[in-house]
């Protein structure tokens, strides 16, 4: 049998003059930028309702279609699902263009568009900050297709109805569509053996069409785009001496030279650093600057400063570190809290704790819990918690004479005892089982909680929030719930009279964040603020009214979190809009259901 033959060639041009549904990329839970943020612009948001909906290509491996309307230029989408960024591999591309070749091929022979059809793509992976070089990119493009044309010959009905005839790569920039040519010249000996029904014909210079520019990537192209920051214990194999210990970090730009550098820092200066900045909520302002000097290499720090917002993919000894507080001088010589003016999230860097969150069953529907200032025994009263409780209950229901966007419930204690709304009548002696029973009584989109909080590594049923004088509310009890919330904002870190034992749980209040973080992340739950220090009260309240209603207006999670750290800046002089440690991907978003009619 006569091979079929696979034309691929480079266009210098705009996504509207492809000639073919165009192929992207989409990193797990990032924001829509570059080449595939401008092709939903194309394509009037449909990459972004897509996404929005749940039903978009995220985890490695998978692809989606997306037919455009009849009058549309281009005339659709194929997205290929990449998983994590900073794990891109050439072999993970592969996998994807199979599928969306296919998914391609079906569409064609449903549409009954003809037997020759063609893909366009952008090349997947290879910007700066991805790690893949043009030639890996455009190779595993190229191989994608062969596999799929292989798997259509294995069906008798589709490879008579179908074939492959073209795979058109697009470059908007001159300067880039240059360095492609280089790279087609290389292709013949980076690509897998096409075998006997496949044949290759590759260009050997650009066709120009009307929308190409001239130049290369504007300063602008990647934004919105998140660095990778991970940051691990060091292996074994590098012990320090007694008392330091070692980092391991790197950043997707350093990836693609495998350039892994270690931090030793001396274990009593630097616990003892932290422990003093997370006991108070106005800590000297210098400790920010100092342990950004200390936790960092000097060789990383560049690529820090020149990012735009940053994802730290942590493991539970390294989540403990304050890294929202780090802040580098600025031209004026004072700390310029790196928090204040990117982005930040962190993430778990395991994958069984970062895939939880795609394979459990969510809430759905309008519930949602708030909790505020249980009786909690010894322990101090916290006004500010209630109060806390009462913003976050009032803004997440909307005026009294709507349907606000959520039903809540919530119940929170002052001076005149509890205040239920939606819930049963408390009596204080019962309080603690009122929230477990609360808990359980709806399937809850959102829980926010604003209470004491204990932490007790060999004790993990005594760590959690404190609910009463000797009961923990645990990630266990939440992990028994039938549908995993989507969101949980845990503040257990209100000012409060200190006494010997709210001390002990300042102390560790960090600790006990990113523990009870990484158990709800585990269990499923997408995004998580957890306070890891002693906050100032009215900065607290604002922290959570600004991420709200950024989150009910239809920011990412990343957004919202941004606006609140500045707006709790703005507030007082305290550090509040450090404390929160966020947990979750950033184009996290809630999905507002209608109010029933």
């Not at 062969?146 to 073209?166: D, G, P």
């Not at 200390?294 to 493991?315: F, H, I, S, T, V």
């Not at 919530?410 to 929230?435: F, K, M, Y």
């Not at 600790?511 to 306070?531: F, H």
Request: net charge negative; glycine share 8%; aromatic share 6%.
């Amino acid at each position: 049998m006569k091979p079929r033959r696979l034309k691929v060639k480079l266009v210098h041009g705009a996504l509207e003059d492809a000639s073919h549904p165009i192929v992207v990329g989409h990193y797990q839970g990032t924001p829509l930028a570059g080449a595939e943020g401008a092709l939903d612009k194309c394509l009037d948001g449909l990459l972004s309702e897509r996404l929005l909906l749940g039903t978009y290509a995220e985890q490695e491996g998978t692809a989606i279609a997306i037919r455009a309307a009849p009058d549309c230029s281009p005339s659709g989408a194929l997205v290929l699902g990449l998983g994590p960024s900073g794990e891109l591999s050439a072999a993970k591309i592969v996998r994807s263009m199979t599928q969306a070749a296919l998914l391609r091929a079906l569409a064609a022979v449903e549409e009954g568009e003809g037997k020759e059809i063609g893909l366009s793509a952008v090349l997947v992976g290879a910007n700066p900050l991805d790690g893949i070089s043009v030639q890996r990119s455009l190779a595993a493009m190229v191989d994608g297709v062969v596999a799929a044309a292989h798997m259509l010959s294995t069906s008798e009905r589709l490879s008579s109805a179908v074939r492959f005839s073209e795979l058109e790569i697009i470059e908007k920039y001159a300067a880039r569509a240059e360095n492609v040519l280089g790279a087609f010249k290389s292709l013949p000996s980076l690509v897998a053996p096409t075998g006997p029904d496949v044949e290759l014909a590759l260009a050997d210079s650009i066709e120009h069409r009307p929308g190409g520019e001239p130049g290369g990537f504007p300063a602008d192209y990647n934004r919105g785009a998140w660095l990778r920051l991970d940051i691990r214990a060091a292996a074994e194999r590098h012990a320090p001496p007694k008392g330091y210990r070692e980092l391991e970090l790197t950043s997707s730009s350093r990836r693609a030279r495998a350039d892994r550098l270690l931090q030793r820092l001396e274990v009593a200066t630097v616990d003892g650093l932290v422990s003093d900045a997370v006991a108070q909520p106005n800590p000297d302002p210098q400790i920010a600057n100092t342990l950004y000097e200390l936790l960092l290499p000097p060789e990383l720090k560049p690529d820090l400063q020149g990012a735009e917002n940053l994802l730290l993919m942590l493991e539970p000894g390294t989540a403990g570190y304050p890294w929202e507080a780090l802040a580098p001088r600025g031209l004026d010589d004072k700390p310029q809290p790196y928090a204040l003016g990117s982005g930040v999230l962190r993430q778990f860097a395991d994958p069984e704790t970062r895939n939880a969150r795609f394979e459990v069953p969510h809430a759905a529907g309008r519930h949602v819990l708030v909790i505020g200032n249980p009786p909690a025994g010894r322990a101090p009263d916290l006004p500010g918690a209630a109060r806390e409780a009462q913003a976050v209950a009032e803004l997440l229901s909307g005026p009294s004479d709507t349907d606000g966007p959520f039903d809540v419930s919530s119940v929170w204690w002052d001076e005149d005892g509890a205040l239920a709304v939606n819930l049963p009548t408390v009596e204080d002696d019962e309080s603690w089982a009122h929230i477990v029973n609360a808990l359980y009584r709806n399937q809850y989109r959102i829980v926010h909680i604003a209470a004491h909080g204990a932490f007790d590594p060999k004790k993990p049923d005594r760590s959690g929030v404190l609910i009463g004088p000797d009961h923990f509310l645990t990630a266990q009890t939440v992990a028994q719930l039938s549908a995993v919330p989507e969101l949980v904002f845990l503040n257990c870190c209100h000012s409060a009279r200190v006494d010997e034992v709210t001390a002990r749980r300042r102390d560790n209040a960090h600790l006990l964040a990113a523990s009870i973080a990484r158990e709800l992340m585990e269990i499923g739950v997408r995004a998580v603020v957890a306070a890891g220090w002693a906050v100032e009260d009215t900065a607290a309240v604002t922290f959570a009214k600004t991420f709200y209603g950024k989150m009910l207006s239809g920011s990412g999670f990343g957004d919202a979190t941004m606006a609140a750290r500045r707006d709790a800046a703005r507030v007082n002089n305290s550090m509040t809009w450090a404390a929160y440690q966020c947990y979750g991907d950033p184009e996290f978003r809630l999905h507002v259901a209608a109010a029933p009619q």
